[in-house]
């Protein structure tokens, strides 16, 4: 139980043009989800934080209007890259945790390789 | 915000013997303390975790300890095998800040056979 899954696993996109990444919870239902960012050999730096119903909050130092956080469902959560430069290329990753285990742990998603050139 | 510092960076060990990695946290809200497991290319595994309300918890080779008062928990593998070698992510999360976790910048083991 408690399975993520992310869609695409890579993505190579040219400068400029956007990149939408899923985060879904399989079999069990999230009100939140986090989005993280990691850097090669580096720890995972929490991006912003997704409410089902509700808009995003991101963390001090991400542009809101650049990462856009979309959490329609209690299972999907969808990050979109807008405008994306070769700087914007990371392992984006997400986490879910279970309705009712708010507080508890958080289950991980296998992440999304980007590539912009 | 919360600020996690974890202690090494590496940590090269030979199989068999223990490896303890540390981490300290700034919130004295944070009240759940959870460690990451990530194998290369690979999504970060829950592999213990600690609630505030408890000073240390066990699950076979595995523990974490908690000092609230000093702000520090670490994490205790012993009878090192080489399928331990990973990267291993401290993290701390409170309520206060809506269950965030603020990861540790984590630390490459090694267990050499």
């Known amino acids: 139980g408690a399975v993520v899954s992310q869609h695409p696993s890579r993505v190579i996109c040219k400068s400029g043009t956007s990149v939408k990444i899923e985060c879904r919870s399989l079999?069990?239902?999230?009100?939140?989800m986090f989005w993280y960012r990691q850097f090669p050999k580096k720890s995972l730096m929490l991006m912003a934080t997704?409410?089902?119903?509700?808009?995003?909050?991101?963390e001090q130092g991400v542009e809101k209007d650049k990462f856009l956080i979309n959490h329609a469902s209690l299972t999907l959560s969808t990050l979109t890259v807008t405008s994306a430069h070769p700087e914007d290329s990371s392992f984006y990753i997400c986490?879910?945790?279970?309705?009712?285990?708010?507080?508890?742990?958080?289950?991980f998603g296998p992440g999304t390789r980007l590539t912009v050139t | 915000g919360e600020n996690v510092e974890q202690h090494p960076s590496t940590l090269s060990v030979q199989e068999g013997d223990s490896a303890v990695i540390k981490c300290t946290y700034s919130?004295?809200?944070?009240?759940?303390f959870p460690w990451y497991k990530q194998e290369l290319g690979k999504r970060p595994q829950l592999i213990i975790d600690i609630r505030s309300n408890v000073g240390e918890k066990k699950d076979q080779r595995i523990a974490v300890t908690l000092n609230k008062t000093a702000k520090h928990f670490s994490l205790h593998i012993t009878e090192t095998q080489p399928e331990d070698s990973a990267v291993y992510f401290c993290?701390?999360?409170?309520?206060?800040?809506?269950?965030?976790?603020?990861f540790g910048t984590g630390t490459s083991l090694t267990v050499i056979p």
């Open positions: 919130d004295s809200a944070s009240n759940y």
């Open positions: 986490s879910a945790t279970p309705h009712g285990r708010e507080g508890r742990e958080q289950y």
């Open positions: 993290a701390a999360s409170s309520r206060n800040t809506g269950n965030q976790f603020y």
């Open positions: 997704s409410n089902e119903g509700s808009k995003a909050t991101y």
């Open positions: 079999d069990f239902q999230a009100t939140t």
